[in-house]
């Protein structure tokens, strides 16, 4: 069975100005995420023509197709990659988000772990 969607790339588009707009009031840069499309380069460029200047995504093979269709902006891979994927995304994405591992999940309480890390990012005002 062969399950087809069908997007509306102006929608996305002016619904990607319209977020953009909105948290640019606030300072607050918007990342597109293709995750839900598998990378398809008419939607990322649908957000990118909405304002959008960042997209991600948490697959190494979509980011790839963003980049083989030309896709040109600053590309996000949205987890961790495995060890054979590393070269790929070192090559792919100016941004990878990396996360913690636990040496020991049986007697470390993740929200321990978190809270005593240093913060990632300032705080923005709302």
């Given amino acids: 069975m062969t399950v087809t969607i069908s997007v509306d790339c102006r929608m996305v588009r002016a619904n990607a100005a319209a977020v953009v707009a ?4 606030r300072g607050v840069e918007v990342t597109g995420v293709t995750k839900c499309c598998c990378g398809e380069p008419a939607l990322a460029r649908a957000m990118l023509s909405g304002g959008i ?4 995504d948490s697959r190494v093979e979509s980011v790839r ?8 902006c600053e590309v996000w891979l949205l987890r961790s990659p495995a060890i054979g994927e ?16 636990l040496e020991d999940r049986r007697t470390t309480d993740p929200l321990d772990v978190l809270h005593s890390a240093p913060p990632l990012a300032s705080s923005l005002p709302v």
Avoid: I, Y
């Fill in 65 to 72: 197709r963003l980049c083989e269709a030309g896709v040109d």
């Fill in 53 to 56: 200047t960042m997209l991600g």
């Fill in 22 to 25: 909105m948290c640019a009031a």
């Fill in 86 to 101: 590393v070269d790929d995304v070192v090559r792919l994405t100016q941004v990878s988000l990396n996360f913690l591992e």
